[in-house]
T-cell receptor, first 113, second 110 residues
Framework: NAGVMQNPRHLVRRRGQEARLRCSPMKGHSHVYWYRQLPEEGLKFMVYLQKENIIDESGMPKERFSAEFPKEGPSILRIQQVVRGDSAAYFC???????????FGSGTRLTVV | GIQVEQSPPDLILQEGANSTLRCNFSDSVNNLQWFHQNPWGQLINLFYIPSGTKQNGRLSATTVATERYSLLYISSSQTTDSGVYFCAVGEGGGADGLTFGKGTHLIIQP
C-alpha cells in the first residue's frame, strides 16, 4: 500500500506560469482533500473532491485556482498565473469515508520566483 | 466559522517526560483528528476521535465533545516525538474540510 502519492515534491515556477500538482489517493479511497500550508501557519482547507465531483470548494480562491478528480488518474490542483503569494506547501489527503481519518501525502512545496 | 485554539503553543521537554496538549473548539463538531507534523514536514494521522478515548502505544487522546475540548497525552517522550501537533475539527458530517488549529510545537531534548 503506497499511501497517498503527491508529485512533484518540489516545484519552482516563475511569476505568471502555471503550476500543476498531482495527488493519487490511497488504494480504495475515493475522497480527496487539498490543503495549503503557508510558512509558520497551520493548514487551510481548499477543496474536497470525489471522483468526477467537487463536493466543497469553499476554501479555494475564486480566481486562478481549480481542482479536478477525474474518473481515471490522479487529482490535479491547478494554479494559473502564479504569484509569489502562492508559494506554500500544498498537501493532499484521502479518506475511505467522508471526513473520517485522513491520510496525508508528503506535500508539494511550490516556490514562485 | 469554528475557532480552534491549541495550547501550549510551544513546549520543550526532556526525553522520558510526559505531556498533555489541549485543543479547544468553539462549536459542536462531528469530526476531530490529531496530527503530528515531523521536522521533515510529513503529516501523520494520530487519532480520529470525535468523542471518547483512544490509545495507541505511548499516545492517547480524549475528546469531551459536550465541553468542546480534546486532549492529547504523550507519555515517556522520545526525541522522535518532536514536531508540531495539530488538532483539526469538522462540523459538516464529512461534506466539508477540517479547520486546523495553529499547533503545539514540541521539542524533546535528549
Amino acid at each position: 500500500n503506497a499511501g497517498v502519492m503527491q508529485n512533484p515534491r518540489h516545484l519552482v515556477r516563475r511569476r505568471g506560469q502555471e503550476a500543476r500538482l498531482r495527488c493519487s489517493p490511497m488504494k480504495g479511497h475515493s475522497h480527496v482533500y487539498w490543503y495549503r500550508q503557508l510558512p509558520e501557519e497551520g493548514l487551510k482547507f481548499m477543496v474536497y473532491l470525489q471522483k468526477e465531483n467537487i463536493i466543497d470548494e469553499s476554501g479555494m480562491p475564486k480566481e486562478r485556482f481549480s481542482a479536478e478528480f477525474p474518473k481515471e488518474g490522479p487529482s490535479i490542483l491547478r494554479i494559473q498565473q502564479v504569484v509569489r503569494g502562492d508559494s506554500a506547501a500544498y498537501f493532499c489527503a484521502s479518506s475511505n469515508q467522508p471526513g473520517e481519518g485522513y491520510t496525508f501525502g508528503s506535500g508539494t512545496r511550490l516556490t514562485v520566483v | 466559522g469554528i475557532q480552534v485554539e491549541q495550547s501550549p503553543p510551544d513546549l520543550i521537554l526532556q526525553e522520558g517526560a510526559n505531556s498533555t496538549l489541549r485543543c479547544n473548539f468553539s462549536d459542536s463538531v462531528n469530526n476531530l483528528q490529531w496530527f503530528h507534523q515531523n521536522p521533515w514536514g510529513q503529516l501523520i494521522n494520530l487519532f480520529y476521535i470525535p468523542s471518547g478515548t483512544k490509545q495507541n502505544g505511548r499516545l492517547s487522546a480524549t475528546t469531551v465533545a459536550t465541553e468542546r475540548y480534546s486532549l492529547l497525552y504523550i507519555s515517556s517522550s522520545q526525541t522522535t516525538d518532536s514536531g508540531v501537533y495539530f488538532c483539526a475539527v469538522g462540523e459538516g458530517g464529512g461534506a466539508d474540510g477540517l479547520t486546523f488549529g495553529k499547533g503545539t510545537h514540541l521539542i524533546i531534548q535528549p
